[in-house]
């Protein structure tokens, strides 16, 4: 072989191995990027979840609050209603007993 020859083939070493070089860098910034990009994801994830997480405690104690206040509240709604059903059953009581007393005394053949 001619020496142009051998500086020619060199020469396609030479490129060859720039070509690999360059190909090499290219994948690691690529895996480097991808890296990145999961890291950037996770943290997101992880500040979202702890987003939803203080929601959701935040969310549980207004809705559980106090229990003594849900209970005295409870309370005071059952009285209440117990209360207005006595009042009505006063109202009527009357006249039940009058129709009971009607039944009661008829007699039927």
């Known amino acids: 072989m001619s020496s142009s020859d051998r500086g020619g083939i060199q020469a396609l070493l030479a490129a060859e191995q720039d070509a690999q070089h360059i190909v090499a860098n290219a994948r690691a910034a ?3 990027r991808l890296r990145q990009a999961k890291e950037e994801a996770e943290r997101e994830v992880a500040q979202y979840r702890a987003q939803r997480e203080a929601e959701f405690r ?3 104690s207004d809705t559980s609050g106090d229990s003594g206040a849900n209970v005295k509240r409870l309370e005071a709604e059952t009285d209440e209603k117990i209360k207005r ?3 009505e059953a006063a109202k009527v009581a009357p006249e039940v007993t009058a129709l009971l007393m009607k039944y009661v005394i008829t007699v039927r053949n």
Do not use: D, Q
């Open 85 to 87: 059903l006595s009042a």
């Open 58 to 60: 935040k969310k549980l």
């Open 30 to 32: 690529k895996t480097a």
